[in-house]
């Protein structure tokens, strides 16, 4: 008896626990899904923006949330304390070269595949909104991870104004294309340059500095960035931003129902899915070419560090190592080569960006870039 009175009062204990886990999770999970899945907008067929709600599919996730943690306190929980869920060592090591030898194929072959997939599950009509929103948009602020991992988790530097360096290069284009009616192709080879324009220039001045300095100089120089779109109404457009952008294409084969166009030119009926699979896959093979580079970033002597997966250039920064791969009168140098390799990478997501933007001057997209 003595034995399943423990026992009963173990399990009263953790169901205790286990509810109020779940509860507090619940909560959170209702904070966090009820601005980004409760709320909808909505544009009419006046152009109107109208809020509506989506309470089922809210409270479906916060309680499959609730679900999932009340499952983990009362099942998962007591047994991994326990180590019965605990991988052998053989078994954890087979999994992890599983992990690292079909994962990274997997996932490329997946993102190759994955407007095929769309366009069989929902059709050429639907596939236009998965595509842009759930393809290009995610691979674009993926190339902005990984360029902000090159400045903040591979050299340590607490870059604040990271950003503007997008905008840069979406306004670079906006307004050469308007402007001197250049080309998609010859701009995105124009954006390294801009990059290693703007890399420099914020770069030597900047980049002696550290810590809380570079933070504060940072911040100002995004913050200076975004009030020059704004207040140079003349070029800028000011929060309208810039309409009537000409649309990219394919060496000179635009995308539209004209007889010079895409559909015409292949033997194909017009929809403006065409478009938005070439700016996918463009993003796609940028966002691939920016993963190989920090891979080999990392693998380069000048990228690796005595017990720790940082450049030397950072530790210039912090002080606490010896530097292997450059020496003092080249830090600086090498901090702003740094600086130039996650600016460009900025530039080409700006660059891709705009051309999704609809033409529509209410457009809130477009209102939201300006």
Same mark, same amino acid.
């Given at each position: 008896?003595?034995?399943?009175? *423990?026992?009963?009062?173990? !399990?009263?204990?953790?169901?205790?626990?286990?509810?109020?886990?779940?509860?507090?999770?619940?909560?959170?999970?209702?904070?966090? !899904?009820?601005?980004?899945?409760?709320?909808?907008?909505?544009?009419?067929?006046?152009?109107?923006?109208?809020?509506?709600?989506?309470?089922?599919?809210?409270?479906?996730?916060?309680?499959?949330?609730?679900?999932?943690? !009340?499952?983990?306190?009362?099942?998962?929980?007591?047994?991994?304390?326990?180590?019965?869920?605990?991988?052998?060592?053989?078994?954890?090591?087979?999994?992890?070269?599983? @992990?690292?030898?079909?994962?990274?194929?997997?996932?490329?072959?997946?993102?190759?595949?994955?407007?095929?997939?769309?366009?069989? /599950? *929902?059709?050429?009509?639907?596939?236009?909104?998965?595509?842009?929103?759930?393809?290009?948009?995610?691979?674009?602020?993926?190339?902005?991870?990984? $360029?902000?991992?090159?400045?903040?988790?591979? %050299?340590?530097?607490?870059? @604040? $104004?990271?950003?503007?360096?997008?905008?840069?290069?979406?306004?670079?284009?906006?307004?050469?294309?308007?402007?001197?009616?250049?080309?998609?192709?010859?701009?995105?080879?124009?954006?390294?340059?801009?990059?290693?324009?703007? $890399?420099?220039?914020?770069?030597?001045?900047?980049?002696?500095?550290?810590?809380?300095?570079?933070?504060?100089?940072?911040? %100002?120089?995004?913050?200076?960035?975004?009030?020059?779109?704004?207040?140079?109404?003349?070029?800028?457009?000011?929060?309208?931003?810039?309409?009537?952008?000409?649309?990219?294409?394919?060496?000179?084969?635009?995308?539209?129902?004209?007889?010079?166009?895409?559909?015409?030119? !292949?033997?194909?009926?017009?929809?403006?899915?065409?478009?938005?699979?070439?700016?996918?896959?463009?993003?796609?093979?940028?966002?691939?070419?920016?993963?190989?580079?920090?891979?080999?970033?990392?693998?380069?002597?000048?990228?690796?560090?005595?017990?720790?997966?940082?450049?030397?250039? /950072?530790?210039?920064?912090?002080?606490?190592?010896?530097?292997?791969?450059?020496?003092?009168?080249?830090?600086?140098?090498?901090? #702003?080569?740094?600086?130039? #390799? #996650?600016?460009?990478?900025?530039?080409?997501?700006?660059?891709?960006?705009?051309?999704?933007?609809?033409?529509?001057?209410?457009? #809130?997209? %477009?209102?939201?870039?300006?």
């Amino acid at each position: 008896m003595g034995a399943a009175q *423990v026992a009963g009062a173990s !399990f009263r204990t953790r169901l205790g626990e286990g509810l109020r886990d779940t509860g507090l999770t619940a909560l959170v999970a209702l904070g966090v !899904f009820l601005p980004l899945v409760g709320f909808e907008t909505i544009t009419d067929i006046n152009n109107v923006l109208i809020l509506t709600t989506r309470w089922p599919l809210l409270f479906a996730l916060v309680g499959s949330v609730a679900a999932i943690r !009340f499952i983990y306190a009362l099942i998962l929980a007591p047994r991994l304390e326990r180590g019965a869920l605990r991988l052998p060592l053989r078994a954890s090591s087979t999994a992890a070269n599983i @992990l690292h030898n079909w994962f990274i194929p997997f996932a490329v072959a997946f993102v190759i595949v994955y407007p095929m997939l769309v366009v069989l /599950a *929902v059709g050429f009509g639907g596939a236009v909104r998965w595509i842009d929103n759930f393809g290009i948009q995610i691979l674009i602020y993926v190339m902005l991870g990984w $360029g902000l991992n090159i400045v903040v988790g591979l %050299a340590g530097l607490l870059d @604040l $104004g990271y950003v503007a360096f997008y905008a840069v290069g979406a306004y670079s284009y906006a307004l050469l294309a308007k402007t001197f009616g250049l080309s998609f192709w010859i701009l995105l080879p124009l954006a390294g340059t801009l990059a290693s324009f703007w $890399g420099i220039l914020l770069g030597f001045p900047v980049l002696r500095l550290r810590g809380d300095y570079l933070a504060i100089v940072t911040l %100002a120089f995004g913050e200076i960035i975004r009030l020059i779109l704004i207040n140079w109404v003349p070029v800028t457009n000011g929060y309208a931003g810039i309409g009537s952008i000409p649309r990219p294409t394919l060496f000179g084969i635009p995308f539209n129902a004209e007889d010079n166009g895409f559909a015409a030119v !292949f033997g194909l009926e017009f929809s403006p899915l065409y478009r938005v699979l070439f700016l996918y896959y463009v993003i796609l093979a940028l966002a691939l070419v920016t993963c190989f580079f920090n891979v080999r970033l990392r693998r380069l002597p000048i990228g690796r560090a005595r017990g720790r997966d940082r450049l030397p250039v /950072a530790r210039h920064q912090h002080h606490q190592y010896q530097a292997d791969g450059l020496c003092d009168g080249r830090n600086v140098r090498g901090l #702003c080569r740094l600086v130039l #390799c #996650c600016t460009a990478r900025l530039h080409f997501a700006g660059i891709v960006h705009v051309p999704r933007i609809r033409d529509d001057p209410l457009d #809130c997209r %477009a209102r939201r870039h300006g």
